[in-house]
């Protein structure tokens, strides 16, 4: 006769495996293997092959794969999530087959080992950016970008739920760049002692950030030459911002793989609403700039036009400076 668990022994065989068995376990038996190389104190990624890899954390108690979205519920959690990710269709019932089997086993500690001539894999970006905060109210970064940049923080703080800025070191903000598929691939970095891109990954795609968190059909597209230019431009485009628009930034200039998504995006707009803002920076760089993203948006049929600040201010942050900085002149 069989004998079948209570709901309560249930609740507490789920529990034992999440304490007792550790994700590195469940991945060795998948032929999966610790790269050194790739890993961290607090976050170990596991290795089968290429495009094969998942990061452990939580002291072995947590997982997630840095090949899907971060908003992907599916792709991180416990142990017994990761028992089913590895085996797709997987149901609960079986589940529990599988780790009770598991219980009492210790990681080995295997390593991965690359193949002669093996290419290296990039640094993943992800590992970086899961590594640091949210952006958030009164610290170093928000203070850098509300007092020296003069970005509104009702502004600032609309962005970073879009889960596109983050804290780094020394009070550089990252403002991250994603693939057209929603990847990361890595991010501007920029502070009062730094300014650069982050190395490794897929590269420069483009920062983007919704008006209105995508409540509304896109409609407009705004292209600027850096994340700060681009909310500068949206703190001072209040008219017609929550409108259906979509506003990026390209890091300076763009490799054929970001022109191609650059493009696609363009393509998405409607025909006869769709409208594409060359929002540059008023010199010879973004002259060119200009030229370039308005014959693609009219190759597609859409309406384009280039928006540049006065040439003695030359970029929307600096609009965006002296904007505040004759109203507290007249103010006082």
Not at 213 to 224: D, Q, W, Y
Request: hydrophobic share 35%.
């Amino acid at each position: 006769m069989i004998q079948r668990q209570t709901d309560e022994q249930a609740r507490e065989e789920l529990v034992r495996f999440r304490e007792e068995i550790r994700c590195e376990v469940v991945l060795e038996k998948a032929g999966y293997r610790l790269d050194k190389t790739e890993s961290s104190k607090n976050n170990q990624k596991y290795r089968r092959g290429k495009g094969e890899s998942i990061v452990v954390n939580h002291g072995g108690r947590g997982w997630w794969s840095p090949h899907h979205n971060a908003t992907d519920k599916g792709a991180k959690g416990s142990v017994i999530d990761l028992v089913r990710f590895l085996n797709p269709g997987m149901s609960l019932g079986q589940a529990r087959q599988e780790l009770r089997g598991l219980l009492g086993v210790a990681p080995t500690g295997a390593t991965y080992e690359h193949a002669p001539g093996e290419e290296r894999p990039r640094r993943d970006p992800s590992v970086m950016w899961n590594r640091h905060p949210v952006l958030a109210r009164g610290s170093a970064a928000w203070t850098y970008l509300t007092l020296t940049r003069a970005l509104p923080e009702g502004l600032l703080a609309h962005v970073a739920r879009q889960g596109v800025l983050r804290e780094g070191i020394k009070g550089t903000a990252w403002f991250a760049h994603h693939d057209n598929n929603g990847a990361l691939t890595g991010m501007e970095m920029r502070g009062p002692e730094y300014r650069g891109f982050s190395s490794g990954g897929g590269g420069k795609r483009l920062f983007r950030f919704r008006a209105d968190e995508g409540t509304r059909p896109l409609r407009r597209l705004v292209i600027c030459e850096s994340a700060i230019d681009a909310l500068s431009f949206a703190a001072l485009d209040h008219a017609v911002f929550r409108q259906g628009t979509l506003y990026v930034s390209t890091a300076g200039g763009l490799g054929p793989d970001a022109w191609a998504e650059l493009k696609a995006l363009m393509a998405a707009l409607p025909q006869a609403q769709g409208r594409v803002i060359a929002a540059v920076d008023a010199d010879g760089q973004g002259d060119r700039y200009a030229q370039n993203y308005i014959a693609m948006a009219e190759e597609l049929g859409l309406l384009a036009m280039r928006l540049s600040p006065d040439a003695n201010l030359n970029d929307w942050n600096r609009v965006l400076q002296d904007k505040r900085a004759n109203h507290k002149e007249n103010a006082a």
